[in-house]
C-alpha cells in the first residue's frame, strides 16, 4: 500500500503517555496476514495501531483517509487509537486541482534538484550555522517544521542555500521493529572537506555538530541499513516492502513530503520560500508567531 502525504514529529522511542492527536490519515495499513496488526500512518508522522473490533471508529478513519477531515484521536501508552473525533482543519487545504500543470512540465520537474544551485561552505560556516540553530520550544515538535524554519535563517542569517535531506522507512521496516515513525527530515548543505565537496547534515535535534549522511540515518535505524538514493516521490512510495528506508534531496523551499508528491504528480516547482509555510513552521516547532 502506497505511503503518501504526511509529516513527522520527533525521531525517539518514547514511553507514551495518554495522548491527543490532531491530524488528518493518510494511509492504513491492514498487512498481508490476519494476524498483522492494523497501522494507521497519519499526517503527523505518527505510526499508531488500531483494534479492527471498534467498527464505529474505523468508520471515521476510513471517511478521514478518503474526504481528508481532520480528526482528534485519543492514543493509549501502547499506541492504539481509543478514539477519533472530526474536528475543524488545522492547516489550509491544498487543492490538488490548482496545482495541476502540463504533463510535459511535469516530466521536465519531477527531480526537485534539478536547477537548484546549493552553496558551498566551509566547515567553520557549517558549524556557526549549527550552533546558532533555535532549540524547539518543547520536547515534542514535528522535524519538517524545525527543518524549515532552520534552513530559512541560515539564509536570512548567512545566505546559504541549503538542502533538505528526508529518509523514508518502508513498511517493513516499521513492522519489523515497531517504528514509531515513516520519515524524517533534516537540513543538509554542501562543506568543503579535505578540498572536496561533501554533504553534512544538520540536526540539532539529535546530533552535535554536522554529520555525514549515514551517520545521521543510524541514529535512527536498529539495521545500520543503507539506504538508496531516489529522484522522484513515487521511486519509494510504490514499495513499500523494498529494503529498510530511502533518501530522498530537496531545496530548502520544500516543507512536507506532500510538496515532493505534488511536484512529481502536478509538476508544482517550489524555488520560493512561502510565507504560509514558514509562519505554521515558527508557530510549531518554536512557538513564535512572526
Known amino acids: 500500500m502506497r505511503l503518501f502525504l504526511g509529516m513527522c514529529v520527533l525521531f525517539t522511542l518514547p514511553i507514551w503517555a495518554n495522548t491527543q492527536i490532531t491530524t488528518q490519515i493518510h494511509d492504513i495499513d491492514h498487512g498481508d496476514n490476519l494476524a498483522d496488526e492494523v497501522l494507521v500512518y497519519l499526517t503527523s508522522g505518527k505510526v499508531v495501531k488500531f483494534n479492527v473490533n471498534d467498527t464505529e471508529t474505523l468508520e471515521k478513519l476510513n471517511n478521514s483517509l478518503l474526504m481528508k477531515k481532520w480528526l482528534k ?96 522507512f518502508t513498511r517493513n521496516y516499521i513492522r519489523r521493529y515497531n517504528f514509531d515513525w515513516w520519515f524524517h527530515v533534516s537540513p543538509m548543505v554542501n562543506m568543503i572537506v579535505d578540498g572536496q565537496i561533501k554533504e553534512r547534515t544538520l540536526d540539532k535535534k539529535y546530533s552535535s555538530g554536522p554529520l555525514e549522511i549515514q551517520k545521521w540515518a543510524n541514529i535512527f535505524l536498529s539495521d545500520d541499513a543503507k539506504c538508496p538514493y531516489v529522484h522522484t516521490y513515487s521511486d519509494h512510495a510504490s514499495y513499500p516492502e523494498a529494503g529498510s528506508c530511502f533518501f530522498q534531496k530537496a531545496p530548502m523551499y520544500y516543507y512536507q513530503p506532500v510538496d515532493l508528491e505534488f511536484l512529481e504528480k502536478f509538476g508544482s516547482v517550489k524555488n520560493r520560500w512561502l510565507e504560509s509555510d514558514v509562519r505554521a513552521a515558527y508557530a510549531e516547532a518554536f512557538e513564535i508567531y512572526p
Not at 487543492?95 to 566547515?123: C, F, Q, R, W
Request: hydrophobic share 35%; net charge negative.
Open 73 to 168: 484521536l485519543d492514543i493509549s501508552n501502547d499506541r492504539y487509537i481509543e478514539s477519533a473525533v472530526e474536528v475543524a482543519p488545522v492547516l489550509p487545504q491544498v487543492d490538488p486541482e490548482k496545482l495541476k500543470m502540463s504533463h510535459e512540465k511535469s516530466l521536465m520537474s519531477m527531480d526537485p534538484l534539478e536547477g537548484y544551485n546549493a552553496s558551498v561552505i566551509t566547515p567553520e560556516l557549517a558549524k556557526q550555522a549549527f550552533s546558532e540553530m533555535r532549540h524547539p520550544s518543547k520536547e515534542e515538535t514535528q522535524c519538517f517544521n524545525r527543518a524549515m524554519v532552520w534552513t530559512y535563517e541560515m539564509r536570512v542569517k548567512h545566505n546559504i542555500y541549503s538542502k533538505k535531506i528526508y529518509i523514508f
